[in-house]
């Protein structure tokens, strides 16, 4: 069984542009988070989405947006980048609410 | 407030057993999860509990405290490659799919 996996590996931008990461669950998962991991700290929840919805998110600007696609995928962007968004971000899944979530490889952003 | 408490560090022998503890203090509790992560990689789920008492995967167990607020991964017979980082984290209510996440424990594994 394929895991979750996340688009690009890296990604570089500058301070102001946007950024888009992706992500793909395990097949049959219907639940999607996203969280960052920014270096000495731990993992903050971002954003969670359920079939389709929007169903929870954390403590984050509202330049922190996402989707999730038909087919389950989802897409975080970050708007008007600020170095301090330099971080990995992580992307899980589940294959309900309750159950364990999943993590994918991540996707480090690096913001100059 | 919201706080998971974990040891920063930990160094132990190959072969060897070790406690990794780790406390909370949540608004709520609706279970307990374990991840390693190493260096580098995505985290990787080793243990869920949800109610008091300990369960056994192998060589890795993990043990719960509602009342105590209060968990420990217990590591059997180290192998050099259980040297990684492990992250405790409590879903604080159901529904809100949101894992809160201490910073993690280091542990070092020595030949």
């Known amino acids: 069984e394929a895991g979750v996996t996340q688009s690009p590996t890296h990604l570089i931008k500058t301070r102001g542009q946007q950024a888009t990461l992706r992500c793909s669950p395990i097949?049959?998962?219907?639940?999607v988070y996203w969280y960052q991991q920014a270096l000495g700290l731990g993992l903050q929840f971002l954003l969670w989405y359920d079939e389709g919805e929007e169903r929870n998110r954390g403590n984050f600007p509202p330049r922190f947006s996402g989707r999730q696609f038909p087919n389950y995928s989802s897409e975080l962007n970050v708007n008007a980048l600020e170095l301090e968004d330099s971080a990995l971000y992580l992307c899980?899944?589940?294959?309900?609410?309750?159950?364990?979530?999943?993590f994918g490889p991540g996707t480090r952003l690096t913001v100059t | 407030g919201q706080n998971i408490d974990q040891p920063t560090e930990m160094t132990a022998t190959e072969g060897a057993i070790v406690q990794i503890n780790c406390t909370y203090q949540t608004s709520g509790f609706n279970g307990l999860f374990w991840y390693q992560q190493h260096a580098g990689e995505a985290p990787t789920f080793l243990s869920y509990?949800?109610?008091?008492g300990l369960e056994e995967k192998g060589r890795f167990s993990s043990f719960l405290s509602r009342s105590k607020g209060y968990s420990y991964l217990l590591l059997k017979e180290l192998q050099m490659k259980d040297s990684a980082s492990y992250l405790c984290a409590v879903r604080d209510r159901s529904n809100t799919g949101k894992l809160i996440f201490g910073q993690g424990t280091t542990l070092q594994v020595k030949p």
């Open positions: 509990n949800v109610l008091d």
């Open positions: 097949s049959g998962h219907t639940s």
């Open positions: 899980a899944s589940s294959r309900d609410r309750e159950d364990e979530q999943y």
